[in-house]
């Protein structure tokens, strides 16, 4: 049986932080989907296909190996995307006590409404500070993200 998973996020832009967890979940399961996810509750920054880009770019950019597919959603329940695909599980990274308390009311959502259950991977501790807000928010500020993102999001978001 092929163990798919899915690692949904606004991904606004992937952090250095997401590929770790991404990677983390291809050295487990056989195939992962790495889904761009419309969160009403956020403004992105990012234009969705520009986010997927910049995930395909990156992955590939970095050599992590397996069978990733990187896609957006934005017409529905993720439990639906979940389901469609025949994935079993939804995958997210936790930093710190702050994500726990974000997460956990989703995956218990998640499992109540599609019997979905979500797996919690650590990123490297290295990553801990690393949030797609503050990235947005020293960018916009002129601030050098590097440190924070893969090359391709860090040329991106160079100013020319
Ligand atoms: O990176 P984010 O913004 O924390 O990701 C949150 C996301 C996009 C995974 C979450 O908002 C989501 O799953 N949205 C899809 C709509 C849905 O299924 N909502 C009900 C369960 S939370």
Redesign the pocket.
């Known amino acids: 049986m092929t163990r798919i998973a899915v690692v949904?996020?606004?991904?606004d832009p992937v952090t250095l932080g997401h590929l770790d967890v991404i990677e983390r979940a291809a050295g487990i399961f056989d195939q992962v989907h790495v889904l761009v996810?419309?969160?009403p509750?956020?403004t992105a920054l990012f234009p969705t296909p520009k986010r997927v880009q910049l995930i395909e770019q990156s992955i590939a950019d970095a050599g992590i190996a397996g069978d990733i597919v990187v896609t957006s959603w934005s017409v529905?329940?993720?439990?639906d995307y979940v389901t469609d695909v025949g994935a079993s599980v939804i995958v997210k990274g936790i930093r710190s006590q702050i994500d726990v308390a974000?997460e956990t009311p989703?995956a218990i959502?998640?499992r109540n409404?599609g019997g979905v259950e979500t797996i919690f991977l650590l990123p490297d501790p290295a990553h801990a500070h690393v949030s797609?807000s503050l990235v947005r928010q020293v960018a916009a500020l002129g601030g050098d993200v590097a440190p924070y993102v893969p090359r391709a999001v860090a040329d991106y978001l160079r100013p020319s």
């Open positions: 949904p996020g606004s991904f996810v419309h969160n509750a956020k529905g329940l993720l439990v974000y989703m959502v998640n409404l797609s």
